[in-house]
């Protein structure tokens, strides 16, 4: 695992060097994904199931899933993991509501009416990745903020994978009151949310994570539906001071390692002693992990143990990543919350392991990579719904405003615009 | 002027193939981007100056606009446009005032603290296109939300032209406190913005229209930066009753119409004798118009009066449309609000002509256009900041809920996440 010292700067400077992934040449893909988004638009339906007969090795007979087969896995579900995913829910639920905007109307000056509606989307479609492993709390997280917001239809798509879709998922899209699940996954999914086809609805958002096929797919509808962010590496970043304990830290580390070997997991103390503690830790705990060699690969290549000078370095060097994740185990933990700027999740403490927030604590788990966490949130629910503006005027307000309105057109020389204002501004006392 | 009558289908059925615009092959335009931008990563401010020299054909001493040119700028403005100006700065602030968003926290359950933190963006780029006509209106547009939000630099790109950029695109940058502009245009201003340069800061987020080098940048750059909508053409339908005045409803047919010949302007009525006196009032009123040729031209290609069958369509052909403004000419206005699913900004009664909202009234005029209203929102303060999830757990709420954790992150396959918050929960009183 690297270690990097020194002063604020020079840090910085070799931490991007680090995190500098191979510019991939992508071109190949994306020529692969645009013939397959023209397929899907081309031949809807009998596309899907020849590209998923090709890529999943699938002979699809019907591409929804029926409604049976999702309350057959709420049925077949381990009871424990059942009342588990319930409690995720309540706590997503309660979490989101609090973000749910409101609209306002603006009377305060005579004759005049301003305001803003909100309205949720009519159709979301959400991605759920295949492969070996199952990600029921990924359904919770992106289907239940649509549903808040009050989106008129949620489907979700996924890979049918030669043993079905995995009974977790089913039963999360159940539990989380998806509308329809259909079984096409990869670009080709992408291609039949934003497109349509003869089953498939066209939506408005497509939200989820997936492979490289499934992100050039969304990038390359963008515009035609809205998308959620592309999704890069995961990452954690962990503030620790003296009172940190050093094998809650590494616990912590290895559980963002563990996901694949690109995640970056990064230790940020002030504390030499500290740091060799975590250190020796960090191999002591990867030894007897299931994913070890994925763990300690990751480690190996974008793990990283930063030891800054002081607390003000530490929070300066947490912001210019702008982590994903950042805990903060640290003596008075809330207190240190004005000093980050940018950070998708922070979880504050001894005993707020990143994981929490994960699976139960109830805020999102869809979060901004990469150092997007400057300028993306968390997925949360102002992502399903949008704003229109709306007013009124009195024809003596208008008549007010006629002459600067006029003015400014003119000034842009659309005398069309200026002419709409004052053919109407008769000085006339209608209101 | 095209005619569409018939059911609603059938309507919207034509209104698409009439929509449905040359699929444009773009991949010469892309690649010359993608080249200008890597010429722009690599050689920084000589770079701008070469490219400024080859496309804008003026060879720049100083990328950055000195201060006191933007301050000769207010001076020199004439006096009356500066007041109208200000007027449009005062109501825009007070209407983008009401939509920033607090943050919350969350004390309900014992042992559990949870919120969300609002901070605005660090930088913002906001790009002004060069050409015949100047635009200060959208300068305070797209630069007055970003002020309210917090962030904490503005920069502003702007092609040079060979007659300097026009003082009243300077004075409006000023008076909406832009803190720097730089005289770049084309994708190469938006690279600079994207990737920085020894002069130019990296911004987190750009925005503002521009040609389709700056659109195709703009896309190009997404996922580096945040960037707002990708704008198409202008468009406006407008929902007219019997009880509408054919004169006001051409006017600001004609309003649009004056933008450019790919503008949209489309009447909706269930009156056909308003049909036939509005296509009249266009005749007449197009005649004396400056820019008549564009406006006949775009009422020709692109516009459009619909007859619909009776009120309720006359909605769902609108929502279908979902326009970037919507105007309701209609009785009682207001009580159709609840009508309208999908519109980017919406003028109420015979009184709010469209250039009321790009000019004065204080609602933006950067709007989603070509559909888009269906899942994108006027440009507003929410547009320049991100939320922050935060969280913490006492040893004991982390100890309720431990086997619920583990459960869901063994289910998942992903045991170093099960043990992070075993490792921490050892029933001890210690909250």
């Known amino acids: 695992m690297k270690r990097f010292e020194g002063n604020r700067e020079s840090i910085l400077n070799e931490l991007r060097t680090q995190r500098q992934t191979q510019q991939t040449d992508n071109q190949q893909i994306e020529q692969q994904v645009r013939d397959i988004i023209q397929q899907v638009r081309t031949a809807g339906d009998s596309a899907l199931k020849e590209l998923t007969l090709a890529f999943d090795a699938v002979q699809l007979e019907t591409l929804k899933v029926p409604d049976a087969a999702l309350k057959k896995a709420i049925t077949d579900l381990d009871d424990s993991l059942l009342s588990a995913l319930k409690q995720a829910k309540e706590n997503i639920l309660s979490f989101h509501q609090k973000q749910l905007p409101n609209g306002f109307i603006d009377t305060s000056r005579k004759g005049v009416v301003r305001g803003q509606l909100v309205t949720p989307l009519d159709a979301v479609g959400v991605y759920v990745p295949g492969g070996t492993a199952a990600y029921p709390s990924s359904v919770l997280m992106n289907v239940l903020p649509a549903k808040l917001a009050g989106v008129g239809r949620i489907v979700m798509v996924t890979p049918p994978g030669k043993n079905g879709i995995p009974a977790a998922i089913l ?86 390692a563990e996901h694949d070997v690109m995640a970056r997991a990064m230790l940020i103390t002030n504390n030499a002693e500290l740091a060799d503690e975590v250190a020796t830790e960090l191999d002591k705990q990867v030894a007897s992990l299931p994913r070890k060699t994925i763990a300690r690969q990751a480690l190996a290549d974008f793990g990283a143990i ?82 229109s503006q709306f007013t009124y005027y009195s024809q003596n307000a208008l008549t007010d405003d006629c002459e600067n309105i006029a003015l400014i057109a003119r000034a842009e020389g659309l005398e069309a615009h200026a002419r709409a204002v004052e053919i109407r501004c008769q000085k006339e006392e209608t209101e």
Chains 1, 2 share one sequence.
Do not use: C
Not at 210 to 231: E, F, H, L, W
Not at 319 to 342: D, F, G, V
């Open 171 to 256: 039963a999360a899209a159940k539990l989380a009151g998806v509308d329809d699940v259909y079984q096409i996954g990869g670009a080709q999914a992408i291609a039949a949310l934003a497109y349509g086809t003869e089953t498939i609805p066209k939506v408005d958002k497509i939200v989820g994570p997936g492979n490289i096929y499934v992100a050039t797919a969304k990038k390359q509808v963008y515009g035609v539906t809205a998308i959620d962010m592309i999704a890069g590496p995961s990452e954690i970043a962990v503030l620790a001071d003296d009172s940190a304990n050093p094998a809650f830290v590494a616990a912590d580390l290895l559980s963002q």
């Open 306 to 387: 930063i030891l800054a000078d002081n607390e003000e370095d530490m929070f300066a060097i947490a912001n210019a990543i702008a982590p994903e994740h950042l805990e903060i185990q640290m003596t008075e933990p809330m207190m240190r919350l004005n000093q980050i700027r940018h950070a998708g999740s922070i979880f504050l403490g001894d005993y707020t392991s990143e994981p929490v927030g994960d699976y139960l604590s109830g805020g999102n788990h869809v979060l901004p990579t990469d150092g997007t966490a400057r300028f993306y949130s968390p997925l949360n629910t102002t992502d399903f719904i949008k704003y």
